[in-house]
Protein backbone atom coordinates (compact mmCIF):
# COMPACT_ATOMS: atom_id res chain seq x y z
CA UNK A 1 0.00 0.00 0.00
CA UNK A 2 1.21 3.86 -0.99
CA UNK A 3 0.26 6.16 1.24
CA UNK A 4 0.76 9.72 -0.10
CA UNK A 5 1.24 13.25 2.31
CA UNK A 6 0.69 16.72 0.51
CA UNK A 7 1.86 19.61 1.60
CA UNK A 8 1.70 23.20 0.83
CA UNK A 9 -1.08 24.64 0.03
CA UNK A 10 -2.71 27.94 1.23
CA UNK A 11 -3.52 31.64 0.53
CA UNK A 12 -2.11 33.62 -1.81
CA UNK A 13 -2.72 36.62 -3.96
CA UNK A 14 -2.66 36.68 -7.78
CA UNK A 15 0.49 36.92 -9.72
CA UNK A 16 1.84 35.04 -6.74
CA UNK A 17 3.51 32.04 -6.03
CA UNK A 18 2.87 28.62 -4.12
CA UNK A 19 4.59 25.30 -4.56
CA UNK A 20 3.19 21.72 -3.66
CA UNK A 21 4.97 19.10 -2.22
CA UNK A 22 3.60 14.89 -2.01
CA UNK A 23 5.48 12.62 -0.77
CA UNK A 24 4.90 8.81 -1.33
CA UNK A 25 6.77 6.31 1.27
CA UNK A 26 5.68 2.39 0.81
CA UNK A 27 6.24 0.78 -2.26
CA UNK A 28 8.26 3.48 -4.01
CA UNK A 29 11.05 1.59 -6.08
CA UNK A 30 7.46 0.89 -8.24
CA UNK A 31 6.16 4.37 -9.00
CA UNK A 32 5.21 5.01 -12.70
CA UNK A 33 3.25 8.20 -13.44
CA UNK A 34 2.79 10.89 -11.18
CA UNK A 35 0.61 14.10 -10.73
CA UNK A 36 -1.52 16.98 -9.94
CA UNK A 37 -5.33 17.34 -10.42
CA UNK A 38 -7.45 19.91 -9.10
CA UNK A 39 -11.09 20.28 -8.54
CA UNK A 40 -12.86 23.65 -7.84
CA UNK A 41 -16.13 23.88 -6.47
CA UNK A 42 -18.70 22.90 -8.28
CA UNK A 43 -16.53 21.49 -11.21
CA UNK A 44 -15.19 18.21 -11.99
CA UNK A 45 -11.29 17.24 -11.10
CA UNK A 46 -9.23 18.16 -13.74
CA UNK A 47 -5.60 16.83 -14.98
CA UNK A 48 -2.95 20.15 -14.19
CA UNK A 49 0.34 18.47 -14.94
CA UNK A 50 1.87 14.95 -15.10
CA UNK A 51 5.45 13.49 -15.16
CA UNK A 52 6.15 10.06 -16.37
CA UNK A 53 8.84 7.65 -14.54
CA UNK A 54 10.99 8.89 -17.57
CA UNK A 55 10.44 12.48 -16.83
CA UNK A 56 8.10 13.42 -19.44
CA UNK A 57 6.09 16.37 -18.73
CA UNK A 58 2.57 16.96 -19.87
CA UNK A 59 0.43 20.51 -18.56
CA UNK A 60 -2.87 21.06 -19.25
CA UNK A 61 -3.36 24.47 -21.37
CA UNK A 62 -4.35 26.92 -18.76
CA UNK A 63 -1.40 26.24 -16.34
CA UNK A 64 1.45 26.20 -19.57
CA UNK A 65 4.11 28.48 -18.90
CA UNK A 66 2.85 29.14 -15.11
CA UNK A 67 3.30 25.83 -13.23
CA UNK A 68 5.88 23.44 -13.61
CA UNK A 69 5.87 19.66 -12.38
CA UNK A 70 9.18 17.62 -11.53
CA UNK A 71 9.81 14.47 -9.31
CA UNK A 72 12.80 13.38 -6.97
CA UNK A 73 12.43 9.51 -7.79
CA UNK A 74 14.69 8.98 -4.58
CA UNK A 75 12.13 10.00 -2.75
CA UNK A 76 9.48 9.29 -4.20
CA UNK A 77 8.27 12.99 -4.17
CA UNK A 78 6.66 15.12 -6.80
CA UNK A 79 6.36 18.93 -6.14
CA UNK A 80 4.27 21.88 -8.09
CA UNK A 81 5.44 25.03 -8.85
CA UNK A 82 3.10 27.47 -9.17
CA UNK A 83 3.99 30.64 -10.15
CA UNK A 84 1.69 33.63 -11.85
CA UNK A 85 -1.37 32.25 -9.86
CA UNK A 86 -5.26 33.71 -10.79
CA UNK A 87 -7.73 33.50 -8.64
CA UNK A 88 -9.06 30.69 -11.21
CA UNK A 89 -7.06 28.64 -9.95
CA UNK A 90 -8.53 28.26 -7.05
CA UNK A 91 -9.02 24.84 -6.37
CA UNK A 92 -8.34 21.48 -3.90
CA UNK A 93 -5.46 20.03 -5.80
CA UNK A 94 -4.54 16.48 -5.49
CA UNK A 95 -1.58 14.34 -5.96
CA UNK A 96 -2.08 11.01 -7.94
CA UNK A 97 0.59 8.72 -8.17
CA UNK A 98 -0.08 5.26 -10.11
CA UNK A 99 2.06 2.11 -9.64
CA UNK A 100 3.13 -1.41 -9.40
CA UNK A 101 2.27 -3.70 -6.83
CA UNK A 102 3.43 -7.44 -8.09
CA UNK A 103 1.16 -8.06 -10.83
CA UNK A 104 -0.97 -5.11 -10.36
CA UNK A 105 -1.28 -1.53 -11.32
CA UNK A 106 -2.48 0.67 -8.75
CA UNK A 107 -3.85 4.51 -8.65
CA UNK A 108 -3.61 6.37 -5.41
CA UNK A 109 -5.18 9.80 -4.90
CA UNK A 110 -4.19 12.51 -1.78
CA UNK A 111 -5.77 13.79 0.84
CA UNK A 112 -6.05 17.32 -1.15
CA UNK A 113 -4.18 21.03 -0.12
CA UNK A 114 -6.70 23.75 -0.50
CA UNK A 115 -4.94 26.58 -2.89
CA UNK A 116 -6.92 29.80 -2.64
CA UNK A 117 -5.70 32.73 -5.09
CA UNK A 118 -7.40 36.12 -4.26
CA UNK A 119 -8.19 38.90 -6.74
Known amino acids: QLQLVESGGGLVQAGGSLRLSCAAS????????MGWYRQAPGKQRELVAT???????NYADSVKGRFTIARDNAKGTIYLQMNSLKPEDTAVYYC?????????????WGQGTQVTVSS
Open 96 to 108: NVKYYSGFRYYTQ
Open 51 to 57: VTSGGST
Open 26 to 33: GIIFSIDD
